[in-house]
């Protein structure tokens, strides 16, 4: 690993994680010439060796305080990366957070900055199959190999602080900090030129927000996560705000006025550039098109137009909209880019578990819609797109989320729904959503299902059942309420 701070012996380490120390010792150099690595195809034709070590890995990361578990410091992630030698500070950054649109703004920025040319890493949450998508590398998820490598580098370090803040009366590093310190130390080892970020929840004190970011994108602000970041959308937007730092180039979407007033006084705290949606930024036009939609953008320097999307929704173009002025601030100075790459890049865009079809026949959809904004979005984005008049939703949510607020959403455009569980230990018992949705719904629209495959099959032979011309044209089934119910149907109809 890059840059390791020569003050911390081989035995302090060696201590704490003295298996990562003996494989480290025993290895041989990695890629050859070519420092190109964790960049290949093929993770899900792991041999099983590589397998299996890529399932320890993950055990181990996975014994830590969860995502949701939080204690608000960058302390033990800082601590790691200064013994590591700081490998955040080996490339430039862009930062992302809001509350809706972070990974698809991500993906967008990320693929407009390779079609430069140049290097990147990109790093968002959470995953949808496997662990190893959150950490990506010239748009590839890191290999098995690759993950267990990057983790064997840094176990040594991290048990350091781990040890360090246990006698200090602290926790161990979370999952989460876990994942962020592989992901700097691996954007460092690749070398990728620009990394792509996205907060974990928040922005202030998230772990990810050891970067100082070039460029700050702050997407549509709503409620959600209010346990750690506020009762209001001010203090919401507070915490987020905290990720634009020092004369950087702050890119904002509209917010209500109650979000976007902390926006701005952070903004001229730090005396960083703004650039606003509704104001610098706005999609001039947008017109639905097969497989997503053509879009035309105007930034402040100049006007894009018939630019293909593949992803459906206006949220989906404002997305691309953030992400392109995002980009000419990061690689021209704030000058128009060239159409070719905007085009080329826009155009190969992709959006898992974003409004995706998985099945015809009927039609199932996806989309990882969690809160009652996102939502939103999403009926919008179907109605428009896609022309299903019998659609029956398949809802699985996290208890602590806003079902009720969800489901309200939803009803209007859904005739009927089925509710279940997802595989997390932190889903909404079914029978508990049930009884919101008959509140919402009324009890004839409403069915229960214990397990999801079960609510897959109901929904479909529901769909089927008023497909009055036996063609699988205009009835659907949409399966929503969290990236976890997202990732386990996609599972189920071999899509994961």
Same mark, same amino acid.
Not at 4 to 33: F, I, M, W
Not at 196 to 212: C, K, L, P, Y
Not at 314 to 341: D, F, K, V, W
């Given at each position: 690993?890059?840059?390791?701070?020569?003050?911390?012996?081989?035995?302090?380490?060696?201590?704490?994680?003295?298996?990562?120390?003996? +494989?480290?010792?025993?290895?041989?150099?990695?890629?050859?010439?070519? $420092?190109?690595?964790?960049?290949?195809?093929?993770?899900? $034709?792991?041999?099983?060796?590589?397998?299996?070590?890529? $399932?320890?890995?993950?055990?181990?990361?996975?014994?830590? @305080?969860?995502?949701?578990?939080?204690?608000?410091?960058?302390?033990?992630?800082?601590?790691?990366?200064?013994?590591?030698?700081?490998?955040?500070?080996?490339?430039?950054?862009?930062?992302?957070?809001?509350?809706?649109?972070?990974?698809?703004?991500?993906?967008?920025?990320?693929?407009?900055?390779?079609?430069?040319?140049?290097?990147?890493?990109?790093?968002?949450?959470?995953?949808?199959? =496997?662990?190893?998508?959150?950490?990506?590398?010239?748009?590839?998820?890191?290999?098995?190999?690759?993950?267990?490598?990057?983790?064997?580098?840094?176990?040594?370090?991290?048990?350091?602080?781990?040890?360090?803040?246990?006698?200090? !009366? !602290?926790?161990?590093?979370?999952?989460?900090?876990?994942?962020?310190?592989?992901?700097?130390?691996?954007?460092?080892?690749?070398?990728?030129?620009?990394? *792509?970020?996205?907060?974990?929840?928040?922005?202030?004190?998230? =772990?990810? %927000?050891?970067?100082?970011?070039?460029?700050?994108?702050?997407?549509?602000?709503?409620?959600?996560?209010?346990?750690?970041?506020?009762?209001?959308?001010?203090?919401? @937007?507070?915490?987020? #705000?905290?990720?634009?730092? +020092?004369?950087?180039?702050?890119?904002?979407?509209?917010?209500?006025?109650?979000?976007?007033?902390? *926006?701005?006084?952070?903004?001229?705290?730090?005396?960083?550039?703004?650039?606003?949606?509704?104001?610098?930024?706005?999609?001039?036009?947008?017109?639905?098109?097969?497989?997503?939609?053509?879009?035309?953008?105007?930034?402040?320097?100049?006007?894009?137009?018939?630019?293909?999307?593949?992803?459906?929704?206006?949220?989906?173009?404002? $997305? @691309?909209?953030? /992400?392109?002025?995002?980009?000419? /601030?990061?690689?021209?100075?704030?000058?128009?880019?060239?159409?070719?790459?905007?085009?080329?890049?826009?155009?190969?865009?992709?959006?898992?578990?974003?409004?995706?079809?998985?099945?015809?026949?009927?039609?199932?959809?996806?989309?990882?819609?969690?809160?009652?904004?996102?939502?939103?979005?999403? &009926?919008?984005?179907?109605?428009?797109?896609? %022309?299903?008049?019998?659609?029956?939703?398949?809802?699985? &949510?996290?208890?602590?989320?806003?079902?009720?607020?969800?489901?309200?959403?939803?009803?209007?455009?859904?005739?009927? *729904?089925?509710?279940?569980?997802?595989?997390?230990?932190?889903?909404?018992?079914?029978?508990?959503?049930?009884?919101?949705?008959?509140?919402?719904?009324?009890?004839?629209?409403?069915?229960?299902?214990?397990?999801?495959?079960?609510?897959?099959?109901? /929904? @479909?032979?529901? /769909?089927?059942?008023?497909?009055?011309?036996?063609?699988?044209?205009?009835?659907?089934?949409?399966?929503?309420?969290?990236?976890?119910?997202? #990732?386990?149907?996609?599972?189920?109809?071999?899509?994961?």
């Amino acid at each position: 690993m890059r840059g390791c701070d020569p003050t911390v012996s081989l035995h302090q380490v060696e201590e704490t994680y003295p298996q990562y120390v003996a +494989d480290s010792q025993n290895k041989t150099p990695r890629g050859g010439s070519s $420092n190109r690595r964790g960049t290949s195809r093929g993770a899900e $034709n792991a041999d099983p060796a590589i397998q299996e070590a890529l $399932n320890r890995v993950y055990k181990e990361i996975l014994s830590r @305080a969860p995502e949701h578990d939080i204690d608000p410091t960058m302390a033990r992630v800082e601590r790691v990366l200064e013994l590591l030698g700081d490998p955040h500070r080996a490339y430039r950054t862009v930062h992302i957070t809001g509350t809706n649109g972070k990974s698809s703004t991500a993906r967008m920025v990320e693929r407009l900055v390779r079609e430069h040319g140049l290097r990147t890493g990109r790093f968002t949450s959470p995953h949808l199959t =496997s662990v190893t998508e959150r950490i990506a590398v010239d748009g590839e998820p890191l290999t098995p190999e690759r993950f267990v490598e990057v983790f064997e580098d840094v176990a040594p370090y991290i048990g350091v602080a781990d040890r360090e803040s246990e006698e200090q !009366g !602290g926790p161990r590093l979370s999952f989460f900090e876990v994942l962020t310190v592989m992901a700097y130390a691996a954007f460092a080892d690749a070398p990728v030129d620009v990394a *792509i970020v996205e907060v974990g929840m928040g922005g202030r004190w998230d =772990s990810t %927000n050891v970067v100082d970011g070039e460029v700050a994108i702050i997407t549509p602000v709503a409620m959600d996560h209010e346990r750690w970041l506020g009762s209001t959308l001010d203090e919401i @937007a507070t915490e987020k #705000a905290g990720i634009i730092k +020092d004369g950087a180039v702050a890119v904002i979407a509209e917010q209500p006025d109650a979000a976007l007033e902390p *926006i701005l006084a952070r903004a001229r705290e730090v005396n960083a550039h703004l650039i606003r949606e509704g104001v610098d930024l706005e999609v001039a036009d947008r017109r639905i098109a097969v497989g997503g939609q053509l879009i035309d953008l105007r930034t402040p320097a100049g006007v894009y137009t018939e630019i293909f999307l593949p992803l459906h929704g206006a949220h989906q173009a404002r $997305n @691309a909209l953030l /992400a392109l002025a995002a980009t000419e /601030a990061l690689m021209s100075g704030g000058r128009a880019l060239g159409a070719e790459i905007v085009e080329a890049a826009f155009g190969d865009v992709d959006g898992p578990g974003r409004l995706e079809v998985v099945r015809t026949s009927p039609t199932v959809l996806v989309d990882v819609a969690h809160n009652p904004a996102g939502a939103e979005a999403l &009926v919008d984005a179907l109605e428009e797109s896609f %022309n299903l008049q019998h659609v029956v939703a398949v809802v699985a &949510v996290m208890a602590d989320k806003d079902s009720e607020g969800l489901l309200s959403v939803l009803e209007p455009t859904v005739e009927e *729904i089925v509710v279940t569980r997802n595989s997390s230990e932190r889903s909404a018992d079914p029978e508990d959503l049930a009884e919101v949705a008959r509140e919402v719904f009324g009890e004839e629209r409403v069915h229960v299902a214990g397990r999801l495959d079960e609510a897959l099959q109901i /929904a @479909a032979d529901l /769909a089927e059942a008023n497909d009055r011309h036996g063609s699988g044209v205009g009835t659907g089934v949409l399966v929503t309420g969290s990236v976890v119910t997202v #990732a386990d149907a996609r599972i189920l109809v071999g899509r994961g």
